[in-house]
């Protein structure tokens, strides 16, 4: 029964389970961490493969007799159940203050956490992978604390909510919704609000977002917690922004100091930290942006059907510097990690190097090889240089779509749309908005959006209005820093326009860009819709959000030929926005709604994008990039390539954004070992 390669999650507790921890007469009622062979946690306690106990953090509880009985019996559910446990034998539940005193034990301290949930507190939650930072959804008090003492204004949070009725209540639940929420990896499910939401759920927990983030209890103790509330929580990561979720109670205590008013542990140890899943159902099909527990690091089966990267050397892959995910690939599979996160604090890198360290002991690999992104400042680049195994370093996009032909099957040629904020190019520039004939390794960069200046560099991330000014500057000249009546231009100080001026006209510290990201970001800011955001593409979500029903009409985006400079890697043609910003601009001079306007940009991409794979004549056409993460983009570039003949591909299984771009690395490093 022992299982020998799998490293399979975990899944939320069987029916029987459940109904042992409901029944007032089983020796396991209300034991929060109740399993069986069906149910249990497996990859946050798994130290070493084999899966077997002594090789897991329930090595130190050693079983009662009546559970080691079960343990042992081949008729038994309980046959070799790993984690099996009871309440005499097993992890114990704790209630602490917030300097980790302890208030209560067991049930009196489920009771006592859910009372502070219901008084307007913060409780952290050991969960399976991590801390949960919990309160009530319907306190917006409560929610608005939790946001400010996090340092996360805008970012929608999850919730958690008791059952599917309940759930059903606050949004619009589909069949295959509800079958995502209810199935073993249990993730968080992107969700249509309902009209109608009866209070239910605070206007603070994703300001003027409709949709909701929610999820349904993944193990006994959620069960049990939220079966006590009766209402919606938020269960936001236990962390500060930026930093890992917190997996240790000791280490809770100190790193969420100030954040948390009540913990909520257990003496069950957490192997490696796994955040909670993001999926949505798009298109009739179920969809990650974030890929962690309940999903890795179950394997991907590389091999396209000619088996050209489904063996070769063991290869590990660094991911990208934004959501970064490692993977590993060893024989025909690959696999890849849990969302590590954004490599920006000390911390996220540590949990980089714990997560690379803990892939490899666990399938007791060696990798022959490593890939990196051709970015020198990523950190995860700077750790492959510093391994001893030979770098391999491939370019963002390519990697991009690599990752998207593999999860497909793929194999010889197709054309990659890979869209996003930024990577860097082959040729030095920052590329995004890039259309790649891909075959194997080998890819050609046959169109771009045309290229535009972004002031300040890094920092037009965070605001939409230096990629407008960027944008306006190439079309306009320097007379737009006069165009007070623009949006973009308003929302500077004139000091500001001056310098900015400056340094577009010199092309100092304002690089140039193909980023289709950045477009978006520009049309919004253009739309009057933001002008800062609190976080990267939060102003592409405002304008797709913004995006009117039965609209028809689209902006002119014309396929032209390439002036962006000559060079290997300049392509032949590039989609040229400029009479799509005059329309626009147009538009909004006329007082058109930003619903329309948003909408008419939205259908501009779909048709232009159509409109290359036509030019180019490939009947694949792969869609990757965190661009694809956007609905209404995503469904209007597969209506018009199916539309046009096309056979368009998008990702499921690892997400479109750099969260699935190791994937990709690993995919293009087998092709060139080949060779
Ligand atoms: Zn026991
Ligand atoms: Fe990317």
Not at 45 to 56: G, S, V
Not at 327 to 354: I, N, Y
Not at 489 to 516: C, D, H, Q, W, Y
Not at 624 to 642: D, I, K
């Amino acid at each position: 029964m022992r299982s020998t390669r799998s490293c399979c999650p975990i899944s939320p507790p069987a029916v029987r389970a459940l109904r042992e921890v409901r029944d007032p007469a089983n020796r396991r009622h209300r034991y929060p961490f109740t399993n069986c062979t069906h149910c249990g946690p497996r990859f946050t306690i798994i130290e070493a493969l084999p899966y077997d106990r002594p090789a897991t953090t329930m090595k130190r509880f050693t079983m009662c007799r009546s559970c080691a009985s079960e343990y042992a019996d081949p008729a038994d559910r309980r046959f070799h159940a790993q984690p099996n446990a009871c309440p005499d034998c097993g992890p114990r539940l704790a209630l602490w203050s917030e300097n980790g005193v302890e208030l209560g034990s067991e049930d009196s301290a489920l009771a006592g956490a859910a009372e502070a949930i219901r008084e307007g507190r913060i409780v952290a939650v050991k969960g399976l992978g991590g801390f949960h930072l919990v309160c009530d959804a319907r306190n917006d008090a409560a929610v608005s604390a939790l946001r400010e003492r996090k340092h996360r204004l805008e970012k929608p949070l999850a919730l958690l909510f008791p059952d599917l009725e309940g759930l059903s209540r606050a949004c619009l639940v589909s069949d295959g919704e509800a079958r995502l929420l209810t199935s073993p990896q249990a993730p968080i499910v992107l969700l249509a609000r309902a009209a109608q939401t009866s209070g239910e759920v605070a206007a603070s927990v994703a300001p003027g977002n409709p949709y909701l983030g929610a999820m349904l209890p993944m193990t006994p103790l959620h069960h049990l917690l939220m079966a006590d509330l009766g209402f919606p929580v938020v269960a936001t990561s236990g962390n500060l922004s930026d930093e890992p979720i917190c997996t240790d109670e000791h280490e809770a205590v100190r790193r969420l100091a100030g954040l948390a008013d009540r913990f909520l542990v257990h003496d069950r140890p957490i192997v490696r930290h796994v955040d909670d899943s993001v999926a949505r159902v798009v298109l009739g099909r179920e969809g990650l942006i974030r890929r962690a527990r309940g999903y890795a690091p179950l394997p991907i089966e590389l091999d396209g059907g000619d088996g050209a990267v489904a063996s070769g050397p063991t290869v590990l892959a660094m991911g990208a510097h934004l959501k970064n995910t490692v993977a590993l690939a060893v024989g025909s599979q690959a696999f890849v990690s849990q969302h590590v996160g954004d490599l920006e604090t000390p911390e996220a890198l540590a949990a980089f190097r714990d997560v690379v360290a803990s892939l490899e002991g666990l399938y007791r690999a060696v990798p022959a090889l490593a890939v990196a992104d051709l970015h020198p400042d990523y950190v995860s680049t700077q750790h492959a240089l510093a391994g001893v195994a030979p770098v391999v370093r491939v370019q963002h996009h390519v990697a991009h779509v690599a990752a998207c032909v593999a999860e497909n099957q793929l194999a010889g040629p197709v054309l990659g749309v890979a869209w996003d904020g930024t990577g860097l190019g082959a040729d030095g520039t920052i590329w995004g908005g890039e259309f790649l004939a891909v075959d194997g390794a080998r890819f050609r960069r046959v169109a771009a959006l045309r290229p535009f200046r972004l002031p300040g560099g890094d920092a037009a991330a965070r605001e939409p209005r230096r990629a407008a000014l960027g944008i306006l500057h190439a079309i306009l000249g320097p007379t737009v820093l006069a165009r007070r009546d623009l949006a973009p231009i308003a929302a500077f100080e004139p000091s500001e326009l001056a310098v900015m001026g400056k340094a577009l006209e010199r092309g100092v510290n304002a690089p140039l860009t193909t980023s289709a990201g950045r477009l978006f970001d520009a049309v919004a800011s253009l739309a009057g819709l933001r002008q800062r955001a609190s976080f990267e593409g939060q102003a592409a979500m405002e304008l797709e959000w913004a995006c009117a029903e039965g609209e028809r009409d689209a902006y002119p985006l014309p396929l032209a030929a390439w002036t962006g400079g000559a060079g290997p890697h300049a392509p032949a043609w590039m989609l040229d926005w400029e009479p799509l910003l005059h329309a626009l601009l147009d538009d909004r001079a006329r007082g058109v709604e930003v619903s329309t306007v948003a909408r008419r940009f939205h259908a501009a991409l779909a048709r232009a994008i159509a409109a290359v794979a036509e030019r180019i004549g490939e009947k694949r056409v792969v869609l990757s990039g965190g661009c694809f993460q956007n609905r209404v983009l995503l469904e209007s570039v597969v209506a018009a390539l199916r539309a046009a003949g096309h056979e368009p591909y998008w990702h499921q299984r690892v997400p479109p954004n750099d969260g699935g771009l190791a994937l990709g690395q690993v995919a293009l490093a087998r092709h060139l070992a080949r060779h």
